[in-house]
Every structure is written in C-alpha cells, then in structure tokens.
C-alpha cells in the first residue's frame, strides 16, 4: 500500500509586492516634468482549495516548502508592475487547517472550497500616485510589502458516518471488507492496518461510509501503539462501532473488558461521547466464541448497548448490521441538518476602533500596534529621507502623536511601532500638530529625535522645491 500521510506541517509564503517606482517625466526642454513612477504588482497568495480528486496530504510531506511569485516593481511612465501569480495548493476533502499553536483555522469541507493560507504583500505606490497638491514631485515611492510568511498543519480527517473501534485482530478489516466492497488488507497479526480504510455500504435507500482505525490498545491515548494517531478521523463520524473478539486467545482479554478499556481511551481522547454506540460481537463461526457471546451479551445489553452478533467469516449477521447502522446514520444526518459547510474561523486582529493603540510597557517604552502604523513603516524606506517625513505626517495624521502624548509619552521616551520581534524604534520628539504642551517652539517641526536630521533635511528641501514650484507656478499661467 503507497504511504498514507495525514499530517502535515506546511511553510507557505505569499508573494512579496514590488517596490513602487519614483521617477521624474523627462524631456527635452521641460525640466520639471511631473512624477511618473509605477505603482509595484501585488504578491500572489498561496490558497489551498478542497479538489476532490486529492486523497491525500502526500505531495505536500514530500515537499512542506510553497511559496507564491512576487509582484514586480513599478517602472518609470506610470508602468505598473505586474501582480505575482497566485499559488493554488489543491488539499482534500475534509483538511482541517492549524496554525503551529494547535488552533483550527479553517475546516474545509466540500469540493472547491478555499482558504487563503497566505496573503501577498501590497505593492508600494510609485511617486505618480504619491503625488499631492502639496506635495507635487515627490522624491520617493512606497516600498512593497513582505507577503503573509508561516506554517499552518493540514490534517485530513476522513469524513466517514461510521467508525469501527478495538483491539488489533478483533476483526475490522473483516467486517470493511464484508459489508462494503473495499478490500483492505487482513492479517492474523495486530497492526495489520497502518492507516484507516474506507469502505461505502448500501442499505436498502441508505449510502454511508465506514472506516476502521487501526488497533486500539491500553494507552493508546498516551500515544501507544498506532490508533491514537488516527482517531481523528473517528471525530466526523456519528455513530461508532465496537468491534469485540469472542474468539481471543489471549488468557488476559474477554470481550468485555476489551470494551471498557476501548471506552477509557477514547474518553481519554475526548470529544465523542455524545456519539451512539453499538456493539459488535465477531467470530461466532467460532464455537467457543459463541458460547461466550452468548454469556456476556446479557451483560452489554443491561449497559443499554444495542448488540450484533456476526461473523465476518462465515458472512453471519451482516445484514442486521448493515440495516441497524444504516438506520442510525440516516437518524443522525436528519438531526443534523449538514450546515457542515466550512467553518472557516478569522483571525481576530487586535485593533480598537482608532486603528492602534498605544501602550506603556514596563521598561517605559511605549508600544504602537495597529494595522496601519505598522504597514506604513514597512513600507517606508528609511534611506530616504523624504519617505521618511511621509511617515511622519501619516502617523501624525492618525493622531498617534496625539494617543502618545495622552499616554504621557515625553520628549526623548522611546517608541516602538510593531510587534516585539519585528519593530522600529525611534527617540520620539513632539512635534507641532500634536497639541499645545509641545516643548518647542510653535512652527518647528521636529519630531521623533531619530528622524530629525532626516526630516530638517526634507524640510530644507522641500522648501527649496516650494519655492522653485512657485517661481514655476508664477511664471507658467496654468
Ligand atoms: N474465525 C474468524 N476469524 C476472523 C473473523 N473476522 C476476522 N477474523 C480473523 O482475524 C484476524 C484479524 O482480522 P483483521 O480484519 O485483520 O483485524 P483488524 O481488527 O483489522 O486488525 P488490525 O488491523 O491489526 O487492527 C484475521 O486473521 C482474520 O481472518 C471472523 O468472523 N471469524
Ligand atoms: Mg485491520
């Protein structure tokens, strides 16, 4: 049998943007041509869609790495870069997506059903589309943005009605291979399956699923011996069935307290006590497995268990069985009224209604985080001075300066903008727009101590440019 893989951590990454273009129109005999640089291509995404004709989660063990194209930069004469290709991974019916915490984020189920594991990056804007009229030439673009970068676990759970649980040997195979037409592999040793098999029964009107999980031992919810691995795949079922050896030659088993040691561990395992059970008892062909069928059913019967006896040997009580689970089955998909649609769960984003917040942290930092503070510095490119007095005015506009200052920032406290791993930090100077208290002069304009000389430099410049603009405007009467 080809190897089965259910588990997989995957590393996806999105498509960078590409960086927006600054470039100035040039021609001959007109020195101030406007600013015509490209807007960067948007990162391709990496999107995982349910394509029924994928079984399994094997391509993606052989190769965990996947990664989308970036997006390209913009070019002088308004050329746009052109957006990076989306990377489609096609998963099975039934993937569950976890981030490497453990947390579901997506459940996906149903053909054509998509998630987007990883979002590309903004492209950065190009000067044309930077350009105000305050700011009529600027000398600088935005720079594109990382796409989304991480892993997520793709487990396939098997979306089967029913579930055969027991011991190695007790006969699951058998009973798959009797009632359905799939022909799984059965062997007189225990761990004769590996992975789960699927079988499709037709009961009069009902069609339903089974599949069997390999043996359960004691402490197979600590992880003993295969079936923990694979109960799982048991979560989706509705109704689960007890495979019980009448015919063990084991001197310390008896199909009863086979039963209840099944039952520990899947309390251990947890989350499916509100399925119905049903016992099976296999291998009366056997003598002896009759007789003791026929001495412990009273037993189960009192515990409120309904009880099948079969053979899947002889082809004993397969009938009964078949109608019995088949009646459970269409019983449960009518209470449940299968909105099993994909439960897709959205990462909340930690952001008040202004967009960010600002906080103290114990050292006397103060941290801001919010979407968009954080996307501006990323796009920022801090060799450029005047990109870096875009920021400033951006920020200040937000009214992060203001959300500062009220959190009794002072001049000189530091200040981060982002998360812990990955932030800018700057000595921070009031500047004018953020209220009265500043401690310089009205009409300075100095700002986070860090980026002042940058920003002087701007201002000098703009300045310069302001006026040379007015010299312009004054000469030319449009
Ligand atoms: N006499 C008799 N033997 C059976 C019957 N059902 C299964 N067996 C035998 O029991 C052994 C184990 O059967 P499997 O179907 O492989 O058991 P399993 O529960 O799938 O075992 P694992 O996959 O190891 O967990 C095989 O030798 C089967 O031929 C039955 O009804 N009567
Ligand atoms: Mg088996």
């Known amino acids: 049998m080809t190897t089965f893989v259910d588990r997989v951590e995957l590393h996806v990454a999105a498509g960078n943007g590409g960086h927006g273009c600054a470039s100035v ?20 995404d990496v999107i995982l869609v349910v394509d029924q004709s994928v079984t399994t989660l094997l391509d993606y ?124 592999k059965i062997a007189d040793y225990p761990f004769t399956t590996l992975v789960p098999n699927l079988g499709v029964v037709t009961a009069g009107a009902t069609v339903y699923t089974v599949a069997d999980v390999p043996g ?85 019967l009192e515990r409120g268990y309904r009880v099948f006896e079969v053979s899947a040997v002889a082809h004993k009580g397969l009938k009964e069985l078949s109608f019995a689970l088949a009646e459970i089955v269409a019983r449960a998909r009518a209470d449940r009224p299968r909105e099993e649609a994909t439960r897709i769960v959205i990462r909340p984003k930690a952001v008040d209604d202004a967009g960010f917040t600002v906080t103290r942290e114990d050292d006397g930092l103060f941290r801001v985080r919010g979407e968009k503070p954080e996307r501006w510095v990323r796009q920022t490119d801090f060799n450029n001075d005047e990109a870096v007095g875009y920021l400033a005015d951006r920020l200040n506009r937000l009214g992060v300066e203001e959300e500062l200052m009220k959190a009794g920032a002072r001049a000189g406290d530091g200040v981060a903008i982002g998360a812990e791993d990955n932030a800018v930090v700057f000595d921070w100077e009031p500047t004018v727009m953020a209220g009265a208290e500043m401690l310089g002069r009205r009409g300075e304009d100095h700002r986070m101590e860090a980026l002042r000389p940058a920003v002087q430099r701007r201002r000098e410049r703009e300045a310069e440019r302001d006026e040379a603009q007015r010299e312009f405007d004054d000469f030319n009467p449009f």
């Open 216 to 300: 359960l031992i004691p402490g197979a919810s600590q992880g003993r011996g295969l079936g923990l691995e694979f109960l799982r795949h048991v979560e989706r079922c509705s109704v689960l069935v007890h495979v019980l050896d009448t015919a063990t030659a084991e001197p310390d088993r008896d199909p009863v307290s086979d039963l209840d040691t099944i039952e520990a561990e899947l309390a251990q395992y947890g989350g499916l006590d509100d399925r119905p059970r049903v016992v099976v008892l296999n291998k009366v062909d056997v003598p002896d497995g009759q007789d003791l069928a026929d001495m412990i059913r009273p037993d189960l």
């Open 25 to 44: 129109h040039r021609e001959k005999f007109k020195p101030l041509g406007g600013p015509d640089g490209g807007n960067g291509g948007r990162g391709g």
């Open 61 to 184: 063990h052989h190769s965990p790495h996947r990664k989308a194209t970036n997006g390209k930069p913009g070019e002088g004469g308004n050329r746009s870069g052109k957006d990076g290709q989306d990377l489609v991974l096609p998963v099975p019916d039934g993937t569950v997506v976890l981030d490497s915490r453990g947390e579901v984020l997506a459940d996906l189920v149903g053909h054509g059903t998509t998630y987007v594991a990883a979002e590309g990056g903004r492209g950065g804007l190009g000067n044309a589309a930077l350009a105000s009229a305050r700011r009529k030439a600027p000398g600088f673009a935005l720079l594109g943005e990382p796409g989304d970068a991480g892993d997520v676990v793709l487990e396939l759970k098997t979306v089967a009605d029913v579930a055969l649980v027991g011991y190695p040997s007790a006969g699951k195979s058998s009973l798959i291979s009797v009632l359905s037409a799939a022909k799984p």
